[in-house]
């Protein structure tokens, strides 16, 4: 069919049946039309939409994050400026000798033994030793504890072992597994 042959027989229809064909191809035009491209740009919109509101909960959580990360840095700083630098040497043995001096309990230390360090990692290195304290009051041994918490140097105590004496129950045996980290 030709489109004269469809434009004579367009002619040949009385007004009403023509207004009839051309609003029912302005309506399948317009379903088309509807079909092929509104239809598929609403989807995208709400694609879009969904999309929106996930990047808005990742940014929110981003924030939140990043004063988290701000609050840590906070906190870390003052535990930095404690740890040792590789440049300046620090002897964590000689420290504990004159912390118990200090705190007068050096004539009750009986031993130091360095432990075997982990890897380093994440730029620092782990110093471990183990400090024995024998015949102790409780007196003594919580002063040496807090003159280690007081140090100018980072010192975590990651093991603190008591052993009551038989022959003196007032009297402790004391273990300390110490640890101090070092930038390297």
Do not use: C, N
Not at 16 to 45: D, H, Q, S, T
Request: net charge positive; hydrophobic share 45%; aromatic share 6%.
């Amino acid at each position: 069919m030709s489109f004269r042959s469809l434009a004579l027989w367009f002619v040949g229809l009385s007004r009403r049946e023509r207004v009839i064909v051309v609003g029912g191809g302005a309506l399948v035009l317009g379903a088309g039309l509807f079909l092929l491209v509104v239809e598929p740009l609403g989807e995208r919109v709400r694609l879009l939409d969904q999309l929106i509101a996930r990047k808005e909960l990742d940014v929110r959580e981003m924030q939140s994050l990043t004063r988290d990360y701000a609050r840590a840095q906070q906190r870390l700083a003052p535990l930095l400026a404690r740890v040792g630098d590789a440049r300046r040497p620090f002897s964590l043995e000689q420290h504990i000798r004159e912390l118990a001096t200090q705190s007068a309990s050096g004539d009750r230390l009986s031993s130091l033994h360095p432990q075997a360090a982990p890897p380093a990692s994440l730029g620092f290195q782990e110093i471990v030793l183990e400090a024995r304290w024998d015949r102790m009051t409780a007196d003594r041994l919580v002063r040496v504890v807090a003159a280690i918490e007081r140090s100018p140097h980072l010192i975590r105590i990651k093991r603190l072992t008591l052993k009551p004496r038989f022959d003196s129950p007032t009297e402790l045996d004391a273990t300390l597994l110490l640890a101090t980290y070092q930038k390297v």
